[in-house]
């Protein structure tokens, strides 16, 4: 019996073998740019790369209210983007694994390459 393995199953090789993602998991991946596209939460994931920050914290450093701060970390928790890590009564956020710090760094990168060539 042959099963199709779930997205969230590492891939094998470089290429993560594109061709077969599912509709559902091609959704699930453009939900995951749309909120990435947003500025607000996009500084909050930067923010989190840089290492654990509270809730506050973050607020204080991109000037956010906290209330907003909580409300998109609650969204990219939501993606599996951010996880929250409990320390006493305080929960701190980070960057979720190492996939989404590299794809935030080479985009980055992306960015800040040279493009006078076209």
């Known amino acids: 019996m042959n099963t199709s393995k779930p997205f969230s199953t590492p891939p094998k090789g470089p290429s993560a ?4 993602l599912s509709q559902n998991d091609v959704t ?3 939900e995951t ?17 840089k290492g654990s920050s509270s809730v506050g914290d973050i607020a204080e450093t991109l000037e ?4 907003l ?14 996880k929250g890590v409990r320390q006493a009564k305080q929960i701190f956020y980070e960057v979720a694994d190492k996939h989404v710090n590299q794809v935030l760094l080479d985009m980055a990168t992306h960015i800040a390459e040279d493009h006078n060539d076209e």
Not at 17 to 20: I, K, P, R, V
Not at 38 to 49: K, N
């Open 28 to 30: 699930i991946l453009a």
């Open 17 to 20: 073998d594109l061709e077969s």
């Open 69 to 82: 701060v909580s409300h998109h970390l609650r969204l990219l928790r939501g993606a599996r983007l951010v």
């Open 64 to 67: 956010l209210s906290q209330s």
């Open 33 to 49: 740019f749309r909120l990435l596209g947003d500025p607000s939460r996009l500084r909050i994931m930067l923010c989190c790369m």
